[in-house]
């Protein structure tokens, strides 16, 4: 499990951003697999989310995870969902709710209000960053008072540039989109890669949180022991783990 640097300073909250070590399940998805989407044996993928919980210290029963659709929307957690959510986003000011994100190779965002005690958890791949997740959730910050100075945004790993390769109409769609934002591609032997985590960085930044963590762990390369769908697919794999991501106020 990872921390933030700025965020363990705070201690009525928890976090971590877990990788694929230190669970339950077997073959392509050993071992802490907590994607109950993915092919993977559900009693192991319990077992794994239930370990998750225990480490944050939460009831798993107050673990919201989304049925994420790489979209920009954001649900507001005001007592534990009977079904799971729909969506890309999740914002709650409850002690005790666990807000849950799971990526294999997406970035999730983890978002602090220290003065209004308000967190967030976002599944943000370029999907949801071009469709703008990051200024959806904003506005629910606020919309409960919050002032964009006092947040904290934390980036965790995903898939680094230097292995998000990515075709021509790729970067013609950002590019389209906005000009400036060729900057956060590279061309290199003719082959086009893209950063997500400074993509993402420049959104928060250009909406006003200045205050802002990127963990630097490539979720692509093995050596990170994180799962990743493009490492997945490039060896051929008919399926891979998800990585998961969670916040709390205690």
């Not at 958890?121 to 997740?133: D, E, N, P, S, V």
Request: glycine residues 6%.
């Amino acid at each position: 499990m990872f921390k933030s640097k700025k965020l363990t300073k705070f201690k009525n909250i928890k976090h971590g951003f877990f990788n694929r070590k230190g669970g339950f399940s077997r073959g392509i998805y050993k071992s802490l697999n907590c994607g109950f989407g993915s092919k993977d044996n559900i009693k192991d993928i319990k077992k794994n989310v239930e370990k998750v919980c225990k480490k944050i210290g939460c009831n798993k029963n107050n673990l919201v995870i989304l049925n994420q659709i790489h979209s920009n929307i954001v649900h507001k957690v005001s007592k534990i969902p009977k079904k799971k959510l729909k969506g890309d986003s999740l914002i709650t000011n409850k002690k005790g709710v666990a807000l849950g994100i799971l990526t294999a190779d997406c970035a999730p965002v983890l978002i602090y209000d220290p003065v209004n005690n308000i967190i967030s958890a976002l599944h943000t791949g370029w999907k949801g960053a071009y469709k703008r997740i990051i200024s959806a959730t904003l506005k629910k910050f606020r919309s409960r008072g919050s002032n964009f100075n006092d947040l904290i945004a934390v980036i965790g790993p995903c898939i680094g540039k230097v292995n998000y390769e990515v075709r021509k109409d790729f970067l013609d769609k950002f590019i389209y989109q906005e000009k400036s934002n060729k900057k956060f591609f590279k061309i290199k032997s003719k082959k086009i890669y893209f950063s997500l985590n400074d993509y993402i960085k420049e959104h928060l930044l250009k909406i006003g949180v200045k205050n802002i963590e990127i963990i630097k762990k490539d979720t692509y390369s093995l050596n990170n022991n994180f799962f990743s769908a493009r490492r997945s697919i490039r060896n051929k794999l008919d399926d891979y783990g998800r990585n998961i991501s969670i916040i709390m106020i205690k």
